[in-house]
C-alpha cells in the first residue's frame, strides 16, 4: 500500500528512539513567513533539502529556482543536503543542472557520497540495493547488484534505493540477515519520499524493519550536517537548514546547532497542517514558510 503523510509520520514516530536526541532545547514557537525570502537577510548560509524543497519527483519548482538566484545576489552560501542515494553525485548534479541550478559540485553533497566515505576501506564484498540498471563504478571497493547469490554470500548489504523493492524482496533480505547476521549500511534514511502523485516508501522503511543494527548516513544524523557545515566554513548558527520533514531536516539541523525552516506548502507536509504533527513530536521549526 502507498503511504500518505500520516502513515509515514507514525513510521518516524516509531523509530524516533534512534534518531538523534539534540541536547539544545527547542523553540518555544515558530514564526511564520510567506517563503524564503523573509529570512535570506538573518543568515550567511543555507543547507536545502532536495526533494520537497527544490523539487517534487522529477519536476523543479520553480520559486526555488528564483530563491536561489536570490541567494547568489545576497552573497549567501548554498549547500544541498540531500538523502537521494540511488544515483550517482555526477548523475545528481547533472539533474539539478538540467533543471537550471547553478551548483557546483562543492555544493551538493548526497548521503550516496557520506555511505561511500565510510565504506572506503572495509573490504569484503558488499550487496547493493539500488534501482534496476544502476550502477556503483563511483563506490569504494566490491559493490556488486544484489541477486539470489548474493543474499547468501555478501560480506555485507548498501541500501541505496527502493525503487524496485518490494516485500518479497524484503522477507529474502530479512531471511539471509536472520540465517547470518551481516553489516548493513543504508544511505537514505527517508522513511517516504513525495512525488508527483503520493509518496513511496524509501530505504529507511525498510532497513528500520531489519534483524540487525544497521548503521544510516543521511540526515537526519550528525555526519551529513557536519559535512554540510564543514563544507561551508560556517559556525551552525549563522545557518538555516530548509526541509520538508520534521524528523529528518528540522530534526538534524537543530541538533547540529541550526536555524531551521520546514516547507509546508509542497512536499511532505502538501495539504496537511503541521500543528499537530509539531505538537506530537516537540519537533518546532524555527520558522514554517508556505513554500521554498
Ligand atoms: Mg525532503
Redesign the pocket.
Known amino acids: 500500500m502507498r503511504p500518505d503523510a500520516r502513515w509515514a509520520f507514525a513510521r518516524y514516530r516509531a523509530i524516533a528512539h534512534r534518531l538523534p536526541q539534540p541536547a539544545r532545547p527547542w523553540p518555544k514557537h515558530s514564526y511564520r513567513i510567506l517563503d524564503l525570502d523573509y529570512v535570506l537577510k538573518r543568515y550567511d548560509g543555507f543547507i536545502l533539502?532536495?526533494?520537497?524543497?527544490l523539487n517534487i519527483g522529477e519536476g523543479v519548482l520553480e520559486q526555488a529556482l528564483k530563491r536561489v538566484a536570490t541567494m547568489r545576489a545576497l552573497g549567501k552560501k548554498v549547500m544541498v543536503l540531500t538523502n537521494g542515494a540511488s544515483a550517482p553525485r555526477a548523475e545528481a548534479l547533472a539533474k539539478y543542472r538540467g533543471w537550471g541550478f547553478d551548483f557546483a559540485d562543492t555544493e551538493v553533497i548526497a548521503s550516496r557520497d557520506l555511505a561511500a566515505a565510510a565504506l572506503a576501506g572495509r573490504g569484503g564484498l558488499w550487496a547493493g540495493i539500488a534501482p534496476e540498471g544502476a550502477g556503483f563504478a563511483d563506490l569504494p571497493g566490491d559493490v556488486r547488484a544484489l541477486d539470489n547469490d548474493l543474499l547468501g554470500r555478501a560480506d555485507g548489504f548498501l541500501f541505496l534505493g527502493s525503487q524496485d523493492w518490494t516485500d518479497a524482496k524484503q522477507a529474502a533480505l530479512v531471511a539471509a540477515l536472520k540465517a547470518r547476521p551481516r553489516p548493513v549500511i543504508c544511505a537514505n534514511p527517508?522513511i517516504v519520499?513525495?512525488r508527483e502523485d503520493g509518496f513511496t516508501w524509501e530505504p529507511g522503511h525498510w532497513a528500520h524493519q531489519l534483524p540487525v543494527p544497521v548503521e544510516y548516513h543521511g540526515k537526519p544524523f550528525a555526519g551529513a550536517f557536519d559535512a554540510a557545515l564543514a563544507a561551508m566554513g560556517l559556525p551552525p548558527e549563522q545557518v538555516a537548514m530548509v526541509?520538508?520533514?520534521l524528523h529528518?531536516?528540522i530534526l538534524g539541523g537543530h541538533a547540529a546547532g541550526c536555524a531551521t525552516v520546514l516547507i509546508t506548502g509542497h512536499?511532505?507536509f502538501k495539504g496537511v497542517d503541521p500543528d499537530s504533527f509539531i505538537e506530537a513530536t516537540g519537533i518546532v521549526p524555527t520558522f514554517i514558510a508556505d513554500e521554498t
Open positions: 533539502d532536495a526533494f520537497g524543497v527517508d519520499a513525495p526541509g520538508d520533514t529528518t531536516d512536499g511532505f
